[in-house]
């Protein structure tokens, strides 16, 4: 039972290097459930061997009972566990991405039609400069025609 002890401890350190900052990896969080999933089998498997002990049979091969098949499913159903979990992280990732993707898009489509709002805008207020400039030019020009037109015909 120590030499599981010993693999999960192995196994713990190595998830703790990539799940808090030791290697930069986009994993961090899978890597950080691995460790303390292995940390709890860790303890697990310390536990079972101080209990269990470690009494061979009567020739002095293997151990005195079989070891419970309990503690295998237990394995099995943690290595599902994590696994499940990790499919699961990766469907929210891409839930998350498309949720960002979506945010992008529609922020990109609130700014372009924030700016084509102010587009319209100045167009709006050269239209009206321009008019107003188009009318006075023509009214002054109206009145420097009638004023000619009035000297022509009171000389």
């Known amino acids: 039972m120590l030499s599981w002890s010993i693999g999960f401890f192995v196994a713990a350190i190595v998830a703790a290097i990539f799940g808090f900052g030791g290697i930069a990896s986009a994993f961090a969080g899978i890597a950080q459930l691995l460790f303390w999933l292995f940390v709890g ?30 503690i295998a499913f237990l394995a099995v159903a943690a290595v599902l566990g994590a696994a499940v979990y990790a499919w699961m992280d990766n469907d929210m990732s891409a839930e998350k991405a498309g949720r960002s993707i979506d945010r992008t898009a529609s922020e990109i489509t609130a700014d372009a039609g924030e700016a084509i709002e102010q587009a319209g805008d100045r167009a709006e207020n050269l239209i009206q400069e321009t008019s107003s400039e188009i009318r006075t030019d023509t009214a002054n020009g109206l009145d420097e025609a009638s004023d000619n037109v009035e000297a022509a015909n009171n000389p």
């Not at 269990?52 to 309990?70: E, L, M």
């Open 41 to 70: 089998l860790l303890v697990v498997s310390l536990l079972l061997g101080v209990f269990r002990g470690t009494a061979h049979t009567v020739d002095g091969h293997g151990p005195a009972t079989h070891p419970g098949s309990g």
